[in-house]
């Protein structure tokens, strides 16, 4: 079945800096690949997502970016502001139906420091 | 978007009792959901997926008499956890996919279960 891991488990930036956040997924049929933040005790929430298809995606300071060749995709954070401090996780559709079934990565916590 | 609620928000139940959690998507019908777990700070862990009108489908793992998942109608799925101990206590959350292949899931506000 689908493996996802995550790297890092933690990571400290100063307000400003980029974050990066890396993925690899073991399902080479996997085309549907999103990324969630998620602060405590509340539910994950969509921040980006990116097909198959395509080899990166941009919406403002968020970008995604997939080699499907090597199976793995990143986050890419800039200019990093205080209320991006979170756990982000990384996911995987497993299979090239996308049921809306996911498997997560570990999760890294993201301490933005102002 | 598309809104999926959870229902309790919290609950805290007795060893040995069961708990229902109910996920139901608003506006939008889901043939589909799926039920997932979460530690503290761990990551989401996939239960089972449940199928409108017919079984569930767990993983590896998860016992199907524990965990009983029923997807009665379009927009209703439950997770009753039977025999409740105090290691059952966690964070479960459902989702559902509104559209076709490659749309986004979207996640209940999650149950908070303690189990005393």
């Known amino acids: 079945g689908e493996n996802v891991e995550q790297h890092p488990s933690t990571l400290s930036v100063q307000e400003g800096d980029s974050a990066v956040i890396k993925c690899t997924y073991s399902?080479?049929?996997?085309?549907?690949f999103p990324w969630y933040k998620q602060e405590l005790g509340k539910r994950p929430q969509l921040i980006i997502d990116i097909r198959s298809n395509v080899g990166e995606k941009k919406d403002q300071r968020i970008a995604v970016t997939l080699n499907k060749t090597a199976k793995h995709f990143s986050l890419h954070i800039t200019e990093t502001q205080p209320e991006d401090s979170a756990v982000y996780f990384c996911a995987a559709s497993p299979g090239s139906s996308n049921t809306g079934k996911l498997i997560f990565g570990q999760g890294t916590t993201l301490q933005v420091k102002p | 978007g598309a809104v999926v609620s959870q229902h309790p928000s919290r609950v805290i139940c007795k060893s040995g009792t069961s708990v229902k959690i109910e996920c139901r998507s608003l506006d939008f019908q889901a043939t589909t959901m799926f039920w997932y777990r979460q530690f503290p700070k761990q990551s989401l862990m996939l239960m089972a997926t449940s199928n409108e009108g017919s079984k569930a489908t767990y993983e590896q793992g998860v016992e199907k008499d524990k965990f009983l998942i029923n997807h009665a109608s379009l927009t209703l799925s439950t997770l009753t956890v039977t025999s409740a101990h105090p290691e059952d206590s966690s964070f479960y959350i459902c989702s559902a996919r509104r559209g076709g292949a490659g749309t986004e899931a979207f996640f209940g506000q999650g149950t908070r279960l303690t189990v005393v």
């Open positions: 399902d080479s049929a996997s085309n549907y």
